[in-house]
């Protein structure tokens, strides 16, 4: 158990929660961080690079102090005798990812001052660089960090620090905070024995976007906006569109899950995804050559989206489950379809989700019996 004097204390009382400010060892530190990986740590940002933060490290190997970190950590207790907190889980980082990763490099310099290239950069680029720490053991043990401890923090709470106020050194991308917001939504597809993959993973395991749309694979910050379009019953604009409303409506986004909308995403990812293929080859081809080409809903965004916000839109409807079998079955003109997709000149984003969920909402509604020739050209003139 670490044990960390208590500075003070301050309320946040935006979000209700506690920040308790203290400061901590070098060593320490890093255990409480390691602790947590493998965990929600994963949802975090990657390392900008040695090279922008050559100067920070080289200062810190020289004992200079860094702004405080800002860490969560739920699993604690405080000796009010002793004004100690007593942490007994790990931390989970708010705020110092980029120092973090500084602090982990320079503990590797003095660990291998011979062999570490990271020292012989610093030693030839920044001018009279020499540590004042003589080992790594020196190091670990008497560089102090300043810290704030986020407490009573759960999952909305969290996101919203990391998402919204985004304190971190690089700004999150939109998939990426798709990916943190919808994290429930990953746990369905899970538990559905549906394979997704977020933005992070894509980046780290160096997946060729090829192989995703081949395999089939659901990127969940694609299906965030698909969701959401299902939710409002019509396209999102763009990936911000829906970062704010899943943010606006955090507390309750569990609760918009409802059964509907995931039996919609077990039918729609089991039923209709493995038939939804298409290669600009097929004309030539055939369909014989179907199975090698990429999946629609793992290629093109807009055909998902389209698609879940014209169910969204259909469901409720007289004759929606018999609606849903029978687009099940039906011999989408994907060639012709296509072909208008491709078309748009102008407002390309918008008018693709709009044709996708022109043409699904039209056939779920009984509005037309088949999506061929005809009625992609009559929803292509519309849009």
Known sequence: MEKLKILRILEDKKINAKVIFSTIKLKNYLYLVEKEEGGELEIQRTFLGFKLYKKLISDILQGAVVPNLSVICNDFSIDEKNNLLEINGGFLILDGLQRTYCFKIAVDILANKEISKYYD????????????????????????????????MDLPKTLYKMVVLNTGQKKM?????????????????????????????????????????????IKLHSLAEAVVSYIKGSPVKNKQDAVEYLFERLDAFENLLSKELIDDIEFVFKKLHPNFRYCDYEKEHGELHQENCPYILSKYDPVLIGLFAAIGRA???????????????????????????????????????RF???????????????IEYKEIDE?????
């Open 121 to 152: 950069s610093l030693k030839d680029s920044i001018r009279d660089f020499e540590p004042i720490f003589e080992t790594k053991d020196d190091f670990l043990e008497n560089y102090e960090i300043g810290i704030e401890i986020w407490t009573n």
């Open 379 to 383: 929803i292509y003139d519309f849009v």
């Open 356 to 370: 996708a969920f022109e043409l699904f909402r039209g056939f779920l509604l009984g509005k037309f019996e088949s």
């Open 173 to 217: 991308s939109l998939q990426h905070q798709l990916d943190i917001l919808s994290i429930k939504l990953g746990e369905i597809l899970n538990k559905l024995g549906l394979k997704s993959i977020t933005e992070k993973e894509i980046r780290r395991n160096k997946f060729k976007i090829s192989e995703i749309e081949k395999e089939g694979i």
């Open 315 to 353: 469901r409720g409807s007289d004759n929606f489950e018999k609606r849903m079998s029978k687009l099940e079955k039906e011999k989408i003109d994907w060639n012709k379809f296509f072909k208008r997709y491709k078309e748009f000149k102008t407002g390309i984003g918008t008018k693709r989700r």
